[in-house]
Nanobody, 121 residues
């Protein structure tokens, strides 16, 4: 199973970015998906998560600005980031709790490569 993230970059304060993360491989089903971020010198923290049924949760710092969504047919999770602030600058990593074809009873968390988001004027 592999997760491929895309969509990071440099944006001015107040701008928007959309991150995508597609899972591929021997996938039976995917439970939760989401995004963590890690800024230099800080702990990794959850940004947003979404269940297979569409329930979402967000870090307080991004509520009202970020929106997480998923396309189950494409095994893809998205993070729409609006009203970006310099403090949002971090490496963003996606995850997916995958039930594989060879062991559909046991979800395993897979991670995508990080994508850099830099908010600066």
């Amino acid at each position: 199973v592999q997760l491929q993230a895309s969509g990071g970059g440099l944006v001015q304060p107040g701008g928007s970015l959309r991150l995508s993360c597609a899972a591929s491989g021997s996938i039976f089903s995917i439970a939760a998906m989401g995004w963590f971020c890690q800024a230099p010198g800080k702990q990794r923290e959850l940004v947003a998560g979404i269940s297979s049924g569409g329930s979402t949760n967000y870090a307080d710092s991004v509520k009202g600005r970020f929106t997480i969504s998923r396309d189950n047919a494409k095994n893809t999770v998205y993070l729409q980031m609006n009203s970006l602030k310099p403090e949002d600058t971090a490496v963003y990593s996606c995850y997916a709790d995958v039930r594989r074809v060879d062991d559909p009873q046991t979800p395993i968390r897979f991670w995508g490569q990080g994508t850099q988001v830099t908010v600066s004027s």
